[in-house]
């Protein structure tokens, strides 16, 4: 089931990609973009919910911020040209950079290498303290809805900071309408996204049942993330290879963000209303429990056993404690190396790139080995 689950994700992944994808010679949208990738990630969370799995869900919703923060960012940087276009100065024998000094002639221009620096947004400051608020809410131990009113604000907070004239310098305007055709193979994506969601979330849970050291939580974060972050990493790469950089670095902020301040709050209230208007039926233990039984006093007085008594306390959706003590923390580590970049104090090059991926594999390898001892 895994199996297939990454397969849909991937054709899902690069459909949708494609399907909003801008003719030559214009700069994608990077809000399109990350819609695109982020389709799969609502709809994995969309079943897990419905199936009262809600912990898969959130699982998921930290892996794939932390995998978007780290590899999808950190390839899209070390894959793309060079940040910092050089030419040499008439009667000067250094580099300077054009972008930076003046002085500089139209033929040293000219045999400069173009490129796009990757600066940031003031927006992008907002993911410290979304990081920051999932850790606060991690010490109750459970999602509650205060907490989802809390993410949503934190949401329109963002919305608010957004700075749309500064966006509009780094990437193009004037993009082209989705046509009737890239509407339907949109929606066909978004099909195939759930049948992946279906697989993924009860391969998940088979996988914890037949292992039973790894919880269905653990699962989410270290296989279903880096199933979902994967397929974002090629129509990164092509868009980095066109010069489009700032898009695809723009467009993994935005998934970050839309997972915690949009996609969170929708499962912490899809879960109570769940539980409110769909209760289910008996817990795993009742189902497979058998009968209670009472035997006559006459035969056995001893043996009579009184009915155990109805549990009472409220269902409540638990923060996993390996994505608090792990994903929350990386997050918050990675909203403050973002924070002067939204400041655009310091421009990520390469060497950034390939820390951040290797921070990646260092958060794959904690969560598979510390992970299974909470």
């Not at 409220?314 to 390996?322: E, M, Q, S, Y």
């Not at 994505?323 to 310091?346: A, E, F, H, K, Y």
Request: aromatic share 6%.
């Amino acid at each position: 089931m895994i199996v297939g689950a990454a397969a849909a994700f991937y054709v899902a992944s690069r459909a949708a990609a494609d399907a909003v994808s801008e003719p030559a010679g214009t700069s994608a949208s990077p809000m399109r973009h990350a819609l695109a990738q982020w389709v799969a990630i609502a709809c994995v969370c969309a079943v897990a919910v419905w199936l009262d799995h809600a912990e898969i869900a959130v699982g998921v919703i930290f892996s794939t911020a932390v995998g978007a923060l780290s590899l999808h960012l950190g390839v899209t940087i070390a894959s793309s040209p060079d940040t910092r276009a050089r030419a040499r100065r008439s009667g000067h024998g250094f580099d300077v950079v054009i972008e930076e000094r003046e002085g500089v002639t139209a033929g040293d221009a000219a045999e400069a290498t173009p490129a796009i620096p990757v600066r940031g947004s003031r927006a992008w400051a907002m993911i410290l303290p979304a990081g920051v608020l999932a850790l606060m809410a991690g010490f109750s131990g459970k999602l509650t809805l205060i907490h989802a009113l809390l993410f949503a604000i934190q949401g329109l907070l963002v919305m608010m900071v957004w700075d749309r004239r500064q966006d509009a310098s780094l990437f193009a305007e004037g993009r082209s309408r989705l046509s009737m055709g890239r509407r339907a193979q949109l929606a066909l994506a978004t099909a195939l996204a759930l049948i992946g969601g279906v697989l993924a979330v009860y391969g998940a849970v088979r996988m914890s049942d037949e292992t039973g050291i790894m919880s269905t939580g653990l699962i989410a974060s270290a296989a279903l993330g880096p199933l979902l972050v994967l397929p974002m990493i090629g129509s990164a790469s092509v868009l980095a290879s066109h010069g489009q950089t700032q898009t695809a670095v723009g467009a993994s902020v935005i998934i970050v963000l839309l997972n915690l301040c949009c996609l969170l709050p929708l499962v912490i209230a899809g879960w109570h209303a769940r539980q409110h208007y769909f209760p289910p039926l008996a817990t795993p233990a009742q189902a497979i429990a058998p009968p209670a039984t009472t035997q006559s006093a006459e035969d056995d007085p001893m043996a009579e056993v009184e009915p155990l008594p109805e549990d009472d306390m409220p269902p409540v959706l638990g923060f996993p404690i390996a994505v608090w003590r792990i994903d929350t923390v990386l997050l918050i580590l990675l909203g403050l190396m973002l924070l002067p970049v939204s400041l655009n104090l310091w421009e990520m090059r390469r060497m950034e790139g390939m820390l951040l991926i290797v921070i990646y594999a260092c958060y794959l390898v904690g969560t598979t080995f510390l992970g299974r001892r909470w």
